[in-house]
């Protein structure tokens, strides 16, 4: 049952990286080369959309699980997973990212 639920993750990784917030953008992932381009693919979609705003790595495997992500890397915006499996492009993030925030 723990992975079919989405949990809010209010506790802080071993690896000190951010806990997971109400608000905010995320990626979720080892810090493997598609993860680290999903994020670098979100910094594009917020500079495109001005958007001044920081995108957190949580590379912590039990925040991930946490959140209901077997599959990394993923996208959490504003603590709704919005994407996982899959590296997107600038464009998709861009969509997402307007769709998310309205």
Do not use: W
């Amino acid at each position: 049952m723990l992975f079919k639920k989405k949990a809010r993750c209010n506790g802080a990784s071993e690896q000190g990286e951010s806990k997971i917030e109400e608000k905010g953008i995320y990626v979720l992932g080892s810090g493997c080369a598609k993860c680290n381009s999903l994020e670098e693919n979100v910094k594009e979609a917020l500079a495109c959309l001005n958007i001044k705003e920081e995108v957190k790595h949580i590379r912590d495997f039990t925040l991930i699980a946490a959140m209901g992500v077997m599959t990394t890397p993923a996208l959490v915006i504003d603590n709704k997973v919005v994407s996982y499996g899959k590296v997107l492009t600038t464009d998709e993030c861009v969509q997402l990212i307007k769709n998310s925030r309205g």
